[in-house]
């Protein structure tokens, strides 16, 4: 069993910067492949960026080069930084770990981004 903890979420306004952070914890938790979501109530849960242990990413090209996501293995922590950010980024952002790329084993609970002046 893994478990995942997302936190960093909050208010900020368009063109700002936000950090997301999910900390992965439980057996073999390292060797997952660990990646970030984000849902809409009218949207489904969509792929944004993915890490492998080795450190391997893989980003959804609508984030590309505003959204950087990297991983700690020595804090079992993988983030998400997220640059210009506008109305439409607004959502909940879940970390999913799996075995392997596009497969997800285990969720967090989401945290709340709201891009908003």
């Known amino acids: 069993q893994v478990q995942l903890v997302e936190s960093g979420g909050g208010l900020v306004q368009p063109g700002g910067s936000l950090r997301l952070s999910c900390a992965v914890s439980?057996?073999?938790?390292?060797?997952?492949?660990v990646a970030w979501h984000r849902q809409t109530p009218w949207k489904q849960r969509a792929l944004l960026a993915a890490?492998?242990?080795?450190?391997?990413?893989n980003y959804l090209t609508s984030v590309k080069g505003r959204f950087t996501i990297s991983r700690d293995n020595a804090k079992n922590t993988v983030y998400l930084d997220m640059n210009n950010l506008n109305s439409e980024d607004t959502a909940v952002y879940y970390c999913g770990a799996g075995s392997t790329l596009g497969r997800v084993n285990f969720w967090g609970q989401g945290t709340q981004v709201t891009v908003s002046s």
């Open positions: 890490i492998d242990y080795g450190g391997t990413k």
């Open positions: 439980g057996r073999s938790a390292e060797m997952y492949v």
